[in-house]
T-cell receptor, first 114, second 114 residues
Framework: AQSVTQPDIHITVSEGASLELRCNYSYGATPYLFWYVQSPGQGLQLLLKYFSGDTLVQGIKGFEAEFKRSQSSFNLRKPSVHWSDAAEYFCAVGARNAGNMLTFGGGTRLMVKP | DGGITQSPKYLFRKEGQNVTLSCEQNLNHDAMYWYRQDPGQGLRLIYYSQIVNDFQKGDIAEGYSVSREKKESFPLTVTSAQKNPTAFYLC?????????????FGEGSWLTVV
């Protein structure tokens, strides 16, 4: 079975600074990988996803993520954070050829300082 | 607008009561899912349905029940057997049940036991 670890529960960055949120997964083959964002008390919105091909994936709101097979990682990055990016971010992994159930990490709460 | 509608947004349940959370989607998606979210634990899959009149247990199905009589509807009943039902519940759907399809989420329902 697959699993996902987001090592950082909370991260605080200054507005305009760069951001990297870490995600490590465990899966025996190449998985499907997703990043979602959740504002307080709301549902989840998909930021980006990796299926195959180019390991650098571009998403919405200026986010990108890089799949590194050797490190079993799929870290999310943004070059310049805006106050509106404050939210909780979830990494998720899906197994290939096993239905469409996702396994989620515990989430990273991002706070942005003015 | 196409989307996933969950109701009610807030629900209070007395000990020993069953309650039902509604989930309706007008996206014409085949697959639907219910997740439970607890602080710091990410999302856990309760039940999923790949097609009308069929559903399967997820990781934490005990104390919950579902039905899928119509393609657009996937209600979740939290029974009195669920020992710790206070949580945020998220309904989701995807166009097909095959792995890799994007999963879209509703806005969630808060359930509190009083």
């Amino acid at each position: 079975a697959q699993s996902v670890t987001q090592p950082d529960i909370h991260i605080t960055v200054s507005e305009g600074a760069s951001l990297e949120l870490r995600c490590n997964y465990s899966y025996g083959a190449t998985p499907y990988l997703f990043w979602y964002v959740q504002s307080p008390g709301q549902g989840l919105q998909l930021l980006l996803k990796y299926f195959s091909g180019d390991t650098l994936v571009q998403g919405i709101k200026g986010f990108e993520a890089e799949f590194k097979r050797s490190q079993s990682s799929f870290n999310l990055r943004k070059p310049s954070v805006h106050w509106s990016d404050a939210a909780e971010y979830f990494c998720a992994v899906g197994a290939r050829n096993a239905g469409n159930m996702l396994t989620f990490g515990g989430g990273t709460r991002l706070m942005v300082k003015p | 607008d196409g989307g996933i509608t969950q109701s009610p947004k807030y629900l209070f349940r007395k000990e020993g009561q069953n309650v039902t959370l509604s989930c309706e989607q007008n996206l014409n998606h085949d697959a639907m899912y219910w997740y439970r979210q607890d602080p710091g634990q990410g999302l856990r899959l309760i039940y999923y349905s790949q097609i009308v009149n069929d559903f399967q247990k997820g990781d934490i199905a005990e104390g919950y029940s579902v039905s899928r009589e119509k393609k657009e509807s996937f209600p979740l009943t939290v029974t009195s057997a669920q020992k710790n039902p206070t949580a945020f519940y998220l309904c989701a759907s995807s166009i097909a049940p095959s792995s890799g399809n994007t999963i879209y989420f509703g806005e969630g329902s808060w359930l509190t036991v009083v």
